[in-house]
């Protein structure tokens, strides 16, 4: 079966880091590029992280402040997101998502994992 | 950064009904957008890519259109089972912003 499975979340106090983890199966992981997305309670998605096919390229959107850092093991099938000075707001369910393309330019999010739950407080 | 206005925040409407979602861009995005369906405890769903293109394995009812700033997700012939939260996402630029959704609710 083609999926996503995310693990890793929990109970984390303010100020402590978390790993993240998303196991793929049923397709050939190294040739697609992953990102990560989360959900705050009562809130919208939130795009937190790319990363390309060989993991030398990511991006992070800005108010991630540098806290969050998107790895990938393409011989265990495995994405990696490491959170670190972990904050309340970064309460959230945390989903990858394999990307694909349209056109060699129109990228869109076609494989989702139904999220591990990080909850930081104290 | 780009922001992405959806509307509206939630509505309601009836099975059979034609519902129209539209977000819109903060700047020209060409077709670099893509609408999802979330339901709670479900894997988020690709619906509609490169702001038209219907996704694999999504019903016909569901179509999306426009492009530069100003874009539509319509479904026609509303079904119970597409009570759910709907997003738009470009992805012209870093930080690839989603809309802050649509509920829809079935009356």
């Known amino acids: 079966e083609v999926q996503v499975v995310e693990s890793g979340g929990g109970l984390v106090q303010p100020g402590g880091s978390l790993r993240l983890s998303c196991e793929a199966s049923?397709?050939?992981?190294?040739?697609?590029?992953m990102h990560w997305a989360r959900q705050a309670p009562g809130k919208g998605l939130e795009w937190i992280s790319y990363i390309d096919v060989s993991g030398d390229t990511t991006y992070y959107p800005e108010s991630m402040g540098g806290r969050f850092t998107s790895s990938r093991d393409n011989a265990k099938n495995s994405l990696f997101l490491q959170m670190s000075s972990l904050r309340v707001e970064d309460t959230a369910v945390y989903y990858c998502?394999?990307?694909?393309?349209?056109?060699?330019?129109?990228?869109?999010?076609?494989?989702w994992g139904r999220g591990t739950r990080v909850t930081v407080s104290s | 950064e780009i922001q992405m206005t959806q509307s509206p925040s939630s509505l309601s409407a009836s099975v059979g009904d034609r519902v129209t979602i539209t977000c819109r861009a903060s700047e020209n995005i060409a077709k670099y957008l893509n609408w999802y369906q979330l339901k709670p405890g479900r894997a988020p769903r690709l619906l509609i890519y490169a702001a038209s293109s219907l996704q694999g394995g999504v019903p016909s009812r569901f179509s999306g259109s426009g492009s530069g700033t100003d874009f539509t997700l319509i479904i026609s012939g509303l079904q119970p089972e597409d009570c759910a939260t709907y997003y738009c996402q470009e992805t012209y630029s870093v930080p690839y912003n989603f809309g802050q959704g649509t509920t829809l609710e079935i009356k």
């Open positions: 998502a394999r990307a694909n393309y349209y056109e060699d330019k129109y990228w869109y999010l076609d494989l």
């Open positions: 049923g397709f050939t992981f190294s040739e697609y590029e």
